[in-house]
């Protein structure tokens, strides 16, 4: 059968991979530490579990509208307005089955060929191939851990074309935790705004800032702002529910409506029950997220310490997220048996194959001098992994 040719154009998701490659192994009896995927190891909350059962229980179980729930989309609402001062009303938020499809859809309401999508470098791995899929063309622009891994003004202003439609702005950022000031913002929204280019702002990780960092969303710093931003944000990261698929968005009406449509013909609507489970997570108790954010910091701290301690890996420490990203180049040339060390690839096929630890290589991130380590593990599992690693390390010539 010969496949659709957007099929031949994007890859798998790199995260994805590489945690079927630690399953894989897993399922051979071999015993592999994960720090491949970027999914909260601790358990979603009670109270949100409870708000599941109980809407099971009341037959909450058939087709709901498709963007979403009222009572959902009064709690996004409510959560934009306590957290980032935004108000919008119920025509301007909505939910679907997980962040990424958030951005999928809004991709399909938006992008068509021709169209050119500005991605900062390193990036969440799907933002590319989603922009692909859509016939349209992502321009990346590389930032480098000199710049802490964050585009300024002049490189913007490069990169605009008559072509630009948006850019995706992920702060903190998945890989690199690079998180942006309310300054560095507004002077990237300056021109953007001058410019009349959707800012698409992922704030998924916007409660994962450490060392005193304020998180701020770009579409809080004006009304203007605002108005030309679709904020994407979800529950998978802040509650540890990535398996329950709730993500949500808000911005212009008229772009919402659209993505509203295009999810009655795929989708049809979040999962029902999953939507109370969210209510109850967005509006209920919030002290589980300080405790696992209080953990993700004293593994950040951990994790980055034992990297920079083997020679040959080199780890800025991340302000917000939950990755480290280290660069890896030290380990390019260097060889490990008859195989020879020439890319991110190679190193994570290394660390997995010699040091029995998955992580994902930095290629899928847009830079290949890197490779990124999810901190979403236990610290006594990150520990044996950083021994393991150490121990490889030796191995190599
Ligand atoms: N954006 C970023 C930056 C992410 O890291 C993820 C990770 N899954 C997502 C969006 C999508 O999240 P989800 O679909 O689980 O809501
Ligand atoms: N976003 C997470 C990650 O980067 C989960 C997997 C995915 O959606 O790509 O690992």
């Known amino acids: 059968m010969k496949l659709a040719e957007r099929v031949n154009r994007i890859k798998p998701s790199p995260t994805f991979a590489a945690a079927a490659k630690a399953a894989t192994m897993r399922a051979k009896g071999i015993e592999v530490i994960s720090l491949a995927q970027g999914e909260p190891d601790f358990d979603t909350p009670e109270n949100i579990k409870e708000a599941a059962y109980k809407a099971i229980r009341e037959g909450i179980t058939k087709y709901t509208p498709a963007a979403g729930f009222p009572d959902l989309k009064d709690a996004i609402i409510q959560k934009f307005k306590n957290d980032n001062g935004l108000t919008y009303d119920r025509s301007q938020v909505f939910a679907s089955a997980g962040a990424k499809l958030i951005i999928y859809n809004l991709a399909q309401a938006l992008f068509g060929a021709g169209d050119e999508v500005i991605i900062p470098a390193p990036y969440w791995v799907s933002y590319t191939d989603i922009v692909l899929l859509m016939d349209a063309t992502p321009v990346v622009i590389p930032t480098s851990e000199k710049q802490g891994f964050k ?45 009349k280019i959707l800012i698409i702002a992922d704030d998924i990780y916007e409660k994962f800032v450490y060392d005193g960092t304020v998180f701020t969303s770009i579409a809080s710093l004006g009304k203007e702002i605002q108005d030309q931003t679709v904020v994407v944000n979800g529950v998978s990261k802040t509650y540890s529910m990535t398996g329950w698929r709730i993500g949500y968005a808000a911005g212009s009406a008229e772009i919402i409506a659209a993505m509203d449509k295009i999810q009655t013909q795929n989708v049809s609507n979040p999962v029902s029950f999953c939507q109370k489970a969210a209510v109850e997570a967005l509006l209920g108790p919030q002290d589980s997220v300080q405790k696992m954010i209080a953990e993700f910091d004293r593994r950040r701290r951990y994790i980055v310490d034992r990297l920079n301690a083997m020679e040959m890996i080199r780890c800025s420490m991340p302000k917000g997220a939950f990755y480290a990203f280290p660069n890896v180049t030290g380990l390019f040339g260097k060889k490990w048996g008859e195989k020879q060390i020439s890319n991110s690839s190679d190193v994570t096929d290394f660390l997995l194959e010699d040091a029995k630890v998955a992580v994902v290589a930095g290629s899928g991130f847009g830079d290949d001098n890197y490779v990124r380590f999810a901190y979403a593990n236990s610290m006594k599992n990150i520990e044996k992994g950083m021994d393991q690693i150490q121990e490889a390390l030796k191995k190599l010539k």
């Open 151 to 195: 585009i300024s003004v002049d490189q913007l202003k490069l990169a605009i074309t008559s072509r630009t439609k948006a850019i995706i702005i992920n702060s903190p950022c998945n890989p690199t935790g690079a998180t942006y000031t309310a300054d560095e913002l507004k002077a990237l929204a300056e021109i953007l705004l001058q410019k």
